[in-house]
């Protein structure tokens, strides 16, 4: 089973956008300026999404706990 380019983008933007929500509420209660949080933010927003891309696009090749369903795996 394989997942297409497209569904590791969208899968790259949305986690982006939790994870980065995240890093900007950390950096604000670390540094305690908005602007440095945003900044980190934005920064980690873009390198982040282009690593996790990869990692997916990487991840979709490998068989590790994959396995192809068979009739007998929805039987009642």
Do not use: P
Not at 11 to 40: E, F, H, N, P, Q
Not at 52 to 69: C, F, M, P, S, T
């Amino acid at each position: 089973m394989q997942e297409k380019a497209y569904r590791s983008i969208v899968k790259t933007v949305s986690w982006r956008a939790v994870g980065t929500l995240d890093t900007m509420v950390i950096s604000y209660l670390v540094t305690g300026s908005l602007k440095m949080a945003a900044s980190i933010g934005s920064i980690e927003l873009f390198t982040k999404m282009i690593l996790y891309y990869y990692h997916e696009r990487v991840w979709n090749k490998i068989g590790l706990g994959r396995y192809k369903a068979t009739s007998n795996d929805y039987s009642i």
